[in-house]
């Protein structure tokens, strides 16, 4: 059989459902089938077919300095030599913790888990278990993960009725996640004002699962006093924006300090590490110290960690390193809305540090019901147009780009071209 992506796709849906091992990949959103990858090399990606793409997806953000970094590959090959997982401690483990702590004065312990859905999940357990409260809240559109208790939507009507978003997520489960509206922080005293035995609210204070929208700096400050005040814990998200937005995330650009805060990405670089991190006093309440349960076999794995102590170890380093990736990020945002204006397409763009997004919309987004009002077939012909031109965009409208230390004004300048015949013809 001729190795072509439909071949492989074929051939994928007759063993893994669907195809893929995690739904956005199958491309339904955009109408198309997705491509093979072969190999990455810098920013590029290149298919089975030898096709080449700029890629903006960077594996959903952790490859901060694209594929195949050298330092990062050779401190996997190192550690590799040594041996792939033991099950027990080793000295990377405290490397990587103190790396990451060293510049948050609130947080002083960590725990590596493997995935960012780990993080979240193990987050809102040791809130329960720290304030002995079930109850929590959640933002619509923000994404944490498929664990149970996540997969809440908000329902119509009644602030209070929430919904699984997922068959087999219990309802009993789902009425004990209070669903706001992000960026609105009425919607936000009301469920306080109703609910008195909330354990923690958890929000992406850069919201980048419904597109790329920001929190407001005053939502954000409002909502920390209000979490204060009902003895409810405030945990940031930061899977997505952590090391990408800013160094230090939103806290660099927020400055406001979540009681725990999750990590994911960029924290592995390129491989499985995710991580949550609190003050002694919550964090002690975990196994073995205390009785808040939360164990793994492969967790703080020392690849994993062999690629995050390289990435992060040289994003702390390069003190230049989000003022190239932001300019970068505003040279591509700025020149996609310049193609769109030209081609009359209703479209706004946007860029935090590293990250950006995108809305065939021209009203002004703020919260998840804002986001949907995009024109989605007009993104998915965009989507199409840009892949059969070599550029690798995530393919939903509800999901960020990731700029990466490997593309450079000519790479950005070439996707805004593309942008502009992509617009042309839709
Ligand atoms: N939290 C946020 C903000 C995310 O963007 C994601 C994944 O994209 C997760 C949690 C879940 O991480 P993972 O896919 O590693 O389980």
């Known amino acids: 059989m001729k190795k072509t992506n439909t071949n492989a796709f074929k051939q994928a849906c007759e063993y893994i459902v669907g195809g893929v091992n995690s739904p956005v990949r199958a491309f339904l959103n955009v109408e198309s089938e997705p491509i093979f990858i072969d190999h990455g090399k810098d920013a590029l990606l290149v298919d089975i077919e030898g096709k080449s793409y700029i890629d903006y997806v960077q594996s959903w953000g952790p490859l901060l300095f694209g594929h195949c970094d050298k330092d990062i590959v050779k401190a996997c090959k190192k550690a590799l030599k040594k041996g792939s997982s033991f ?6 483990e405290t490397k990587l913790a103190k790396l990451v702590l060293q510049d948050f004065p609130h947080l002083s312990k960590i725990r590596f888990v493997n995935s960012g859905t780990e993080a979240t999940m193990s987050a809102i357990r040791l809130a329960r278990g720290f304030t002995g409260r079930e109850k929590i809240m959640k933002f619509e559109g923000c994404y944490h993960g498929h664990s ?16 699984p978003s997922s068959l087999g997520v219990l309802n009993e489960l789902a009425q004990k996640t209070l669903v706001a509206t992000y960026n609105d922080i009425q919607s936000v005293k009301a469920l306080f004002d109703e609910h008195r035995d909330i354990a ?6 850069i919201a980048g699962n419904m597109g790329l929208v920001p929190a407001k700096q005053e939502f954000l400050e409002e909502l920390s006093e209000l979490c204060k005040e009902n003895g409810t814990l405030l945990i940031f998200d930061e899977v997505m924006s952590g090391f990408r937005a800013s160094f230090l995330g939103s806290y660099g650009i927020n400055h406001i300090e979540a009681d725990i805060v999750t990590f994911g990405k960029v924290i592995g670089g390129g491989m499985p590490a995710a991580a949550f991190a ?13 009785g808040v349960y939360q164990a793994g076999t492969l967790s703080g794995n020392p690849l994993a960690m062999a690629a995050g102590i390289a990435s992060i170890k040289k994003a702390k380093e390069d003190k230049n390193l989000f003022e190239r990736l932001g300019k970068l990020a505003r040279r591509l945002t700025l020149g996609f809305s310049e193609a769109a204006k030209i081609n009359q397409i209703p479209f706004q763009s946007v860029y935090v540090g590293s990250m950006f997004g995108y809305f065939f919309n021209d009203n002004e987004i703020l919260n998840y019901q804002d986001a949907l009002k995009s024109d989605l077939k007009l993104f998915s012909k965009f989507h199409q147009n840009m892949l059969k031109r070599g ?16 593309m450079n004004e000519k790479i950005i300048d070439f996707t805004i071209e593309a942008a502009y015949e992509s617009f042309k013809n839709l």
């Not at 609190?278 to 205390?290: A, Q, V």
């Not at 995530?394 to 960020?400: C, D, K, L, Y």
């Open 87 to 92: 099950g027990a401690p080793t000295l990377a």
């Open 278 to 290: 609190s003050r002694d006093e919550i964090m002690n309440f975990l196994s073995p110290l205390g």
């Open 391 to 406: 550029v690798y965009l995530a393919p939903s409208q509800f999901e960020t780009g990731f700029i990466c230390d490997k």
């Open 200 to 205: 923690c609210v958890i929000i992406e204070p």
């Open 148 to 163: 149970d208790s996540l997969l809440v939507s908000a329902g119509s009507g009644a602030a209070t009725f929430n919904t």
